[in-house]
C-alpha cells in the first residue's frame, strides 16, 4: 500500500520546519517524525542506460534495485528497521515506528553473494542515499508500493545500483555454471573519485578476505563527454572475470595496458580475453539472442562515443597468438550454438560446429589450472580441450579454420609453445624487441607488455634447492646500446618473487625455492630496447627459507 500518515495535523506542523537551515539557530533541524501505519511497502528502482555504438543511451531505462539494503531511520539517523529488496525490487517493513526516513544502500547480501559499491578505497562505505518520509508522501505508487526511484542525472545512487546489480546477475550466473560462490568484494567507484581506469585490485585489505574492483567513474559534471564505466555492463562484467578466474581458473598474467590492436603478452591476452568472454556470456544467457558486441562507451548520446566497439563473434585484427580478441573470439565459438536440453544458449552466427556452452568452457578451465604447472595462455588450453577429449582435434581445427584464426593458436602436440619449457643447467637463446615498430609480429612495438617485448620460461624443481637463474646480454645491458632487459621470477600465478632490473649485460637471481614449476621472464626494460641473450636456470644445493610472493593489480 502507498506511504500513510496517522495522523495530518502531526504531518503538516513537521512538515512546515521540515526544510532549510533553523534561522534562529544557524542549523538544520533532524528530519520530521513520521507516524506511520504498518506494514509501509516500497519499491526501489533506478535508472540505466545502455551501451550504444555511438555512447551511452540519454534515455534511461527503469529497472528494479534487487536484494539491496533498505533501512528505516528515526529523527537521528539512528536504525528502527532493516531489511533488504526482493527479487521484485519491494521491500516491506511490518513494525509499527515512529520513523523519519528511509536511507538505500548499495549493498547486496544473499545466501551466495556479498557485494557492495562503495566510495572508498577499503570498501568501508558504500554508496546510499537518504529519503524524507514526508517527502515520499507525494511519490508515486504502484501495486501498493511507495515508489523510490533514483534517476541517474541527479544522483550517482542510479549509477552505484547499477554496478551493484550488474555484478550480482554475474554471480548468479556463476553459481549457475559452477554451483560455487564468490568470496566477498566490493567495487569502488565514484565520479569524481576514480578517475585512473577500470581494474581488478585483488584482495582489499591482503588477508581481509574480502576483493575489490575498480570502476572508472569520470571527472565530476562531465558524464555526458567522458569515460565512466557504471552503465557500462560489458566493463563491469569483464572486471568481475578477472575476479572469477583467479579465484577459480588461475592467472598468468604480468598484468599492463592492452589497447585494441595491440598484440601482447599471451599470458595477458589470455586473462584479458577470458574476461570479455565471461562477461558475453552472462549478458547472452540472459537475453541468447543479444549480438555480443562488448562495448566501452565514452560520454552520452549525442555527444557520446566509443573507446571500444568489438563483436567478439567476428573479432578484429591483429589475431593469433597474443592477441586478446582471438582469446574472447575463440572462447565465444567453444560457447555459443544451439544444446540438447538448453534454452539459454548463446545464438551462433558463424556455424563453427562447436557448442561446448559456459559451463563446460569454465570448467575446463578451472580443471586445467589445477594441474601441475599450470600458466596457460589460449594454445595451451586448446591442447588440453583435445587432451582431455572435450573436443577432437579435427572439431577444433575446423572451428578456428571457420572463424579466420592462426592454426598457430592449436600445435601439433602437447608441447607448449608459451612457456618455453626449460631444463635445469641447459642455456637456452632467446631476443626481445620492445624497440622495432611495428614489432615483427606485425602490431605496434609495445615495450611494457607487448609479444616481441617478453619472453616467457617455466622451469620445475623436483626437490627444494636453490636455483641461480642467468642471464647473459649481448650488449651493455643498458640504455647507451638500448640492450637493457630485465630479469624476473614469478610462481605459477604470476606472482613475482624477485626483480632485477640493473643496468648490467649478466643480471642473475638467486632464490631458495621449494619443489614445483617456477616462471622465468625476460622482458624489455621499458623505454623500448633490442637484444639477444642466454638464459640458464642453474641448480645450486642447499635449500633454503621460499621467498615470499608479491601481488599486484591486473587491469
Not at 581458473?249 to 589470455?270: C, E, K, T
Request: aromatic share 6%.
Amino acid at each position: 500500500m502507498p506511504l500513510r500518515f496517522r495522523s495530518v495535523l502531526t504531518f503538516s506542523l513537521l512538515a512546515a520546519t521540515s526544510f532549510g537551515a533553523c534561522s534562529a539557530c544557524g542549523s538544520a533541524p533532524p528530519p520530521p517524525v513520521v507516524q506511520v501505519a504498518a506494514p509501509l511497502h516500497f519499491l526501489v528502482t533506478f535508472g540505466a542506460r545502455s551501451a550504444m555504438p555511438d555512447g551511452l543511451t540519454a534515455e534511461e531505462t527503469t529497472r528494479v534495485a534487487r536484494h539491496v539494503t533498505v533501512e528505516l531511520l528515526g529523527p537521528n539517523g539512528e536504525v528502527l528497521e532493516a531489511s533488504a529488496t526482493n527479487e521484485q525490487g519491494r521491500v516491506e517493513f511490518a513494525a509499527d515506528n515512529a520513523a523519519a526516513s528511509i536511507r538505500v544502500t548499495a549493498h547486496i547480501q544473499t545466501s551466495s553473494t556479498d557485494v557492495a559499491t562503495t566510495s572508498d578505497p577499503l570498501g568501508a562505505h558504500p554508496h546510499s542515499e537518504t529519503r524524507s518520509l514526508v517527502t515520499l508522501r507525494l511519490a508515486p505508487v504502484r501495486d501498493g508500493a511507495t515508489i523510490l526511484h533514483f534517476d541517474d542525472t541527479s544522483s550517482q545512487m542510479a549509477g552505484a545500483l547499477h554496478i551493484t546489480d550488474a555484478l550480482l546477475r554475474g554471480s548468479n550466473a556463476l553459481e549457475r555454471w559452477t554451483g560455487r560462490g564468490l568470496p566477498p568484494f566490493f567495487t569502488y567507484w565514484g565520479r569524481g573519485i576514480t578517475v585512473e581506469w577500470s581494474f581488478y585490485r585483488g584482495e582489499v585489505p591482503e588477508g581481509s578476505g574480502r576483493y575489490a574492483l575498480e570502476l572508472l567513474g569520470g571527472p565530476t559534471g562531465e558524464q555526458h563527454v567522458t569515460d565512466t564505466d557504471e552503465h557500462d555492463e560489458g566493463i563491469i562484467l569483464h572486471e568481475l572475470g578477472h575476479y572469477v578466474m583467479d579465484r577459480l581458473a588461475g592467472n598468468s598474467s604480468i598484468a599492463g595496458r592492452h589497447p585494441p590492436g595491440s598484440l601482447v603478452d599471451p599470458g595477458v591476452a589470455w586473462e584479458e580475453g577470458r574476461a570479455t568472454w565471461f562477461a558475453m556470456a552472462v549478458l547472452a544467457e540472459e537475453e541468447p539472442t543479444r549480438e555480443p558486441f562488448y562495448r566501452d562507451t565514452v560520454g552520452i548520446i549525442p555527444t557520446g562515443s566509443t573507446r571500444i566497439n568489438e563483436d567478439v563473434e567476428h573479432p578484429g585484427l591483429p589475431r593469433g597468438l597474443g592477441s586478446e580478441r582471438s582469446v574472447a573470439g575463440v572462447l565465444w565459438d567453444l560457447t555459443d550454438g544451439p544444446r540438447e536440453g538448453s534454452e539459454t544458449s548463446p545464438m551462433d552466427r558463424d556455424d563453427d560446429g562447436v557448442a561446448l556452452g559456459s559451463a563446460a568452457v569454465l570448467d575446463a578451465m578451472s580443471t586445467l589450472s589445477q594441474e601441475p604447472g599450470a600458466y596457460v595462455s589460449l594454445p595451451g588450453f586448446m591442447q588440453f580441450l583435445v587432451r582431455t577429449n572435450r573436443l577432437t582435434r579435427e572439431q577444433a581445427a575446423a572451428m578456428l579454420q571457420a572463424s579466420g584464426e592462426d592454426a598457430v593458436l592449436l600445435p601439433p602436440d602437447d608441447t607448449s609453445i608459451w612457456p618455453l619449457d626449460i631444463a635445469l643447467d641447459a642455456p637456452v637463446q632467446g631476443n626481445v624487441d620492445g624497440r622495432t615498430d611495428p614489432s615483427p609480429s606485425g602490431a605496434p612495438a609495445k615495450p611494457d607488455n607487448g609479444i616481441d617485448a617478453v619472453r616467457v620460461y617455466r622451469f620445475a624443481l623436483a626437490e627444494a634447492q636453490r636455483v641461480r637463474i642467468q642471464l647473459d646480454i649481448t650488449g651493455s645491458g643498458g640504455r647507451g646500446d638500448r640492450t637493457d632487459l630485465d630479469l624476473e621470477l614469478r610462481n605459477t600465478r604470476a606472482d613475482l618473487l624477485q626483480r632485477n632490473a640493473d643496468y648490467a649485460p649478466h643480471p642473475s637471481i638467486e632464490a631458495p625455492l621449494e619443489a614445483g614449476h617456477y616462471i622465468v621472464i625476460v622482458r624489455d626494460g621499458g623505454a623500448g630496447n633490442r637484444a639477444q641473450f642466454t638464459l640458464t636456470v642453474r641448480s645450486e644445493h642447499p635449500p633454503a627459507p621460499a621467498t615470499p610472493a608479491r601481488r599486484r593489480r591486473r587491469r
